[in-house]
């Protein structure tokens, strides 16, 4: 097991700003306002040689009601619950508060091993804190500055003796890597499409498929404010993982958590709600919803969360489209269907959006759930999987061309200048998602109504229901064509 380092304070001391500097990436939202990590998250992290997961929680608060803030520090228990070590943060600057004496007074009391770190600690702004800080009577602070990386290898040494009780120090898992989620295919793949395809055999080599099954499905859940994304991750991994409230736009930082589920890894982002660019006013909105779009980018399938009462509208269309762009696969769950009165005009409602808006991914799955109820989610699971395996779907080159030959003596590609445009071979080029390429004597003459044709009919054909299909067209070489 992964040893465990919690970063824990008061608000806005570094907390989120050392959670980058040790994870190596810009994961958790930064910005000079108080409170804006609300939920724990974490990351490998690696620093001088050690490897372990790192912990970034919400500013302690003492706040014991049922208040955002009471709910913000039961989630930081439950983060410091599993850790190995402590890494308590004050900001040097701002020397010792009655807040940091009251805290450390409670970790002490806690079974984990606390080490003080007195951050903001660059220059002789700092000094006097770092010196305040051994008043809390948990051993010699390790000064350093998230920000500019300072002090990083005192930071090391203080940890060394814990990883060496513990653990030995586990590499850190960054996951697999993605494909890019661009339509730009290098003009060597198309090469050696075109020489498998004149070979009818498959176009590139795909890794085995027990490869693929075996690496977790990258699950991205997205929504505008307040349809109950972070209730359905909750609902997911079967804990209060992620907080949750009437209160709109409370998540902020996009939460990964990763599960298992019928014997798949799943790794599932929870992330903040996304509004219309024009109501979009503060910056720590702003840096939350970039956070979801990353979040989209390096997913493989993204459950787009509606309201029930509010199926599809236009907010929900655009992220909708987004998602297709990218080239995810998309999963439609209607939330909060048990509060529906008319549920045979929601479901109307609901498949003739699909039908006219997002005709571009027909076929879109989608699934009528209850996240606060926990029901029907093993019908999302269903339709998470199938998405999946069709967007990892492979189609053989002479199933492909002999698909063509059908699609072409059914409905012949029209005339241009009197003469007819000819389709010679094609292949699947990709996957993730299916991705074909056509090669053809005329292929920026060739009508986008007659690729729309060919596209639903590799939809049909061969069971490629919502996911997005790309399609792109090359011009065959002239054999009598010379050389200069």
């Known amino acids: ?106 970790l002490r009391k806690g079974r984990v091993p606390v080490i003080v770190v007195a951050n903001k600690a660059e220059g002789s702004a700092g000094r006097g804190g770092v010196l305040e800080s051994f008043e809390l009577g948990l051993g010699e602070p390790v000064p350093l500055s ?95 993982r992620v907080l949750t409230g009437p209160e709109a736009g409370m998540t902020r930082d996009a939460i990964t958590v990763e599960i298992e589920h019928a014997g798949r890894r799943i790794r599932i982002v929870d992330t903040a709600g996304m509004r219309r660019r024009a109501r979009v006013e503060h910056k720590l909105e702003k840096l ?41 696969a998309l999963v439609v769950a209607v939330n909060k269907w048990d509060a529906v009165a008319d549920r045979k005009g929601a479901l109307q409602t609901l498949k003739d959006r699909l039908e006219a808006q997002l005709a571009q991914a027909r076929g879109i799955r989608w699934v009528t759930i209850s996240a606060l109820r926990g029901q029907r989610l093993d019908a999302l699971y269903d339709a998470i999987f199938d998405t999946y395996e069709t967007w990892n779907r492979r189609v053989s080159t002479g199933r492909l061309n002999r698909w063509l030959r059908a699609a072409e003596e059914g409905h012949p590609p029209p005339l241009v200048e009197g003469r007819r445009i000819r389709l010679r071979y094609m292949t699947q080029i990709k996957t993730r ?11 920026v003459q060739l009508p986008e109504t007659y690729l729309r044709y060919l596209t639903g009919g590799l939809r ?24 200069e």
Not at 7 to 19: A, D, E, Q, W, Y
Not at 433 to 440: E, H, L, V, Y
Request: charged share 30%.
């Open 1 to 106: 097991m992964s040893f465990r380092v919690a970063i824990v304070g008061r608000p806005n001391v570094g907390k989120s700003t050392l959670f980058n500097r040790l994870a190596g990436k810009r994961l958790a939202l930064v910005d000079d306002t108080p409170g804006v990590t609300r939920d724990w998250r974490e990351a490998p992290g690696r620093i001088g040689g050690l490897a372990f997961t790192v912990v970034d929680t919400a500013g302690l608060e003492e706040a014991f009601d049922e208040s955002l803030e009471a709910r913000m520090r039961r989630q930081t228990e439950r983060a410091l619950a599993l850790a190995d070590v402590v890494l308590l943060l004050i900001d040097a600057r701002a020397g010792l508060t009655p807040m940091d004496r009251h805290f450390a007074d409670w």
């Open 146 to 240: 998230a920000e500019h990386g300072e002090g990083m290898a005192d930071l090391v040494e203080a940890l060394l003796p814990f990883v060496r009780e513990a653990t030995e120090a586990a590499p850190a898992d960054g996951g697999e890597p993605l494909p890019p989620s661009t339509d730009r295919i290098d003009e060597a793949v198309f090469e050696a499409a075109e020489v498998a395809a004149a070979e009818d055999r498959d176009a590139l080599p795909e890794e085995p498929e027990a490869a693929w099954r075996s690496r977790p499905i990258q699950i991205a859940i997205v929504g505008r404010p307040n349809v109950g994304k972070s209730t359905l991750l909750n609902a997911l991994v079967g804990e209060e």
């Open 288 to 328: 939350a919803v970039a956070d979801g779009l990353r979040a989209i980018r390096l997913a493989q399938v993204v459950v787009l969360v509606v309201d029930a009462n509010a199926i599809l509208d236009k907010q929900d269309l655009a992220i909708a489209r987004m998602v297709i762009e990218e080239g995810r």
């Open 433 to 443: 998602p299916p991705t074909f390429a056509a090669w053809t004597t005329r292929p």
């Open 460 to 483: 049909e054909t061969f069971d490629l229901p919502g996911v997005p299909i790309r399609f792109y067209l090359r011009k065959t070489k002239n054999p009598y064509a010379t050389e």
